[in-house]
Each structure stands twice: as C-alpha cells, then as structure tokens.
C-alpha cells in the first residue's frame, strides 16, 4: 500500500525559505497514472492547492505561489520536495503530501482526485 | 473558479438523510468535482471524484451528482463516524485546483 511521509523543519523565520521534502514508498512512483502535489491547511481553515509535479519533472503551480515556489522529483530516491520563499506568518498551516490520479478527459490530460494523502507537517512561521 | 458550499454547518442525527451543495462561479467542464472528508487531527479522504465516482472503499452511502455549477454530495443514511468535515474541490485542467470553504456535518 503505498505511504507518503513528509519532512522538514517544524518553526522557520519571516523572510527565510521552507524546504519540505516526500517520501514515497509502497507503490508505483514513476507512473504515467499519477501526479504528486503538495497541499496546505491553515490552523483551523480549509485547504489550498500549492503545487504539482509529474515524473518527468513537469510542474503545475497555483498562480497565488506560483512566485514563491518550487517542486522538483527525484525519481531515484521516490521523494519529490517543496520550496517555498520570502515566508510570512500566513504560510503557517500543516502541509500534506499528496498524490493525484492523471486522467484523459478527451483534449486533455489533468488532475483527478488527491487520492492518497501523508500525515502532514505542521509548519509554523515565527521569529 | 470560486466553489461555495452550504450549508456551513448541517446538524443532523444518525441514520437521517445529508445533502451537502458545492456551486462553482462558472461552469466547470467534465463535472471535475470531488468531495473530501475530514476528520479532526486526520488528512482529508477522497469520497468522490469527476462529480459521481465513488472512491475506492467509500461505502455506496455516498453518493455524488450534479453538472455545470450545481454539485450535490449525499449521505443516504447517517453513520455515526460520518461526522465531520466535507470540502468539495475542483479538478481536471491545471492550474486551478481549488476547494470550496468546507461544510461541518456535526451531530
């Protein structure tokens, strides 16, 4: 069954950079099935799609980050990894990792649901 | 795209029947729409994807409709671990991937 397990640091500074990294084991990882996403939830508020990445390295980013961030995969290792610049008190949230299933809707290929989730970080932005 | 659901909160009891609204600002092509459950201190778990298909494992009591800009999720028969947060989110073309405010199904 396949586990996603996040890392990082847990408390980073305003201004300074967050670098949070995927583990990915149990399954497939180099699948034409699946893209790998990171989402994020505020403390007691909803979720926010951040970004995506294919096996082939191919990123989707969400237009709000898409400045500030950075999603690169190493297939090698079965990790993919999170940059996040310029950090502000409103990055804090826990942050998932997350895989998409890849689908054909006729013209196009795009995300289907995020069906499997890791347990999440929690990522606070302090001084 | 903006998705909104309504109710925020929804009380019901167990064993009663739940219908959740997800409503998008514009069209969403090929009813790319999923539903979520979330439970306290947990991820969410995908329920439903492209508007009407059930997950794997997600029992038949849920179910998943609508078309354009009106998406309904239904809980048939309340269970009592079926308490929690539901977020609808919208899929398919990148880079939109956006979820709706979440409703609370509390007790």
């Known amino acids: 069954q396949l586990q996603m397990q996040e890392s990082g640091p847990g408390l980073v500074k305003p201004s300074e950079a967050l670098s949070l990294t995927c583990s990915v084991s149990?399954?497939?990882?180099?699948?034409?099935?699946?893209?790998w996403a990171w989402i994020r939830q505020p403390p007691g508020k909803g979720l926010e799609w951040i970004g995506s990445?294919?096996?082939?390295?191919?990123?989707y980013y969400s237009p709000v980050l898409k400045s500030r961030i950075s999603i690169l995969i190493d297939t090698s290792k079965t990790q993919f990894s999170l940059q996040l610049s310029s950090l502000t008190v409103a990055d804090t949230a826990i942050y998932y990792c997350?895989?998409?299933?890849?689908?054909?809707?006729?013209?196009?290929?795009?995300?289907?649901?995020?069906?499997?989730w890791g347990r999440g970080t929690v990522v606070t932005v302090s001084s | 795209i903006v998705l909104t659901q309504s109710p925020g909160t929804l009380s019901l009891s167990p064993g009663e029947r739940a219908t959740l609204s997800c409503r998008a600002n514009?069209?969403?092509?090929?009813?790319?729409l999923a539903w979520y459950q979330q439970k306290p201190g947990q991820p969410p778990r995908l329920l439903i994807s492209?508007?009407?298909n059930r997950a794997t494992g997600i029992p038949d009591r849920f179910s998943g409709s609508g078309t354009g800009t009106d998406f309904t999720l239904t809980i048939s028969s309340l269970e009592p671990e079926d308490f929690a947060v539901y977020y609808c989110?919208?899929?398919?073309?990148?880079?939109?991937?956006?979820f709706g405010q979440g409703t609370k199904l509390e007790i």
């Open positions: 997350v895989r998409a299933g890849r689908t054909y809707y006729g013209d196009f290929w795009g995300h289907n649901g995020f069906d499997v």
């Open positions: 149990g399954g497939s990882f180099s699948s034409t099935s699946h893209y």
């Open positions: 990445i294919y096996y082939s390295g191919s990123t």
């Open positions: 514009q069209p969403i092509n090929n009813n790319c």
């Open positions: 492209d508007a009407s």
């Open positions: 989110q919208r899929h398919g073309r990148s880079p939109h991937y956006v």
